[in-house]
Structure formats: structure tokens, C-alpha cells
């Protein structure tokens, strides 16, 4: 093995574990939130698959609507800005 290509490597080795940590500290509270909440006994796979296909909490228009409407009523949106006048 070429010595020359050992440390893209290892660098390529310590990037891939370092976004799998990541990526289990991130899921494994949704993993416990979903073994405690279910009616049926769940293994901690099972809970980490339902984990990772949940879409998450389910957004609220509501404030996205206001923002915009409050920014309406100012005249902020749909104005066009110009330099020149």
C-alpha cells in the first residue's frame, strides 16, 4: 500500500465517524422518546428505526401566516427597492 494515500484516509475514516456520532446523539433521544411512548414493548432497534423514519413534529402555519401579513400590512412585501429612483 502506498504510503502517500494513508492519510486521505484516515481522514475519510475519522469524517464518516465523526457524522455517525453525530448522528446517534442526535436520534437516540427520539429513540428513547419512542420505546417510553408506545403502547407495545419496543426494542431499542425498533425505536431507532421508527426514530429515523418519523418526519418530525408537524410544522404550524400560523406563525409563518402572521409574520407575512404583519410585514403586508407595513407595505414591506412586494415592494420593489430602486437606485436610481
Known amino acids: ?32 422518546h419512542a420505546t417510553e411512548t408506545t403502547r407495545e414493548k419496543v426494542t431499542l432497534y425498533q425505536a431507532f428505526v421508527m426514530a429515523v423514519q418519523s418526519k418530525g413534529k408537524p410544522t404550524q402555519n400560523k406563525n409563518i401566516k402572521s409574520q407575512y401579513s404583519s410585514a403586508n400590512r407595513l407595505g414591506v412585501v412586494g415592494r420593489r427597492l430602486s437606485i436610481f429612483g
Open 1 to 32: 500500500m502506498n504510503v502517500a494515500y494513508l492519510f486521505p484516509i484516515i481522514i475519510s475514516i475519522r469524517t464518516l465517524s465523526k457524522v455517525l456520532f453525530n448522528f446517534v446523539v442526535f436520534i437516540y433521544p427520539k429513540a428513547l
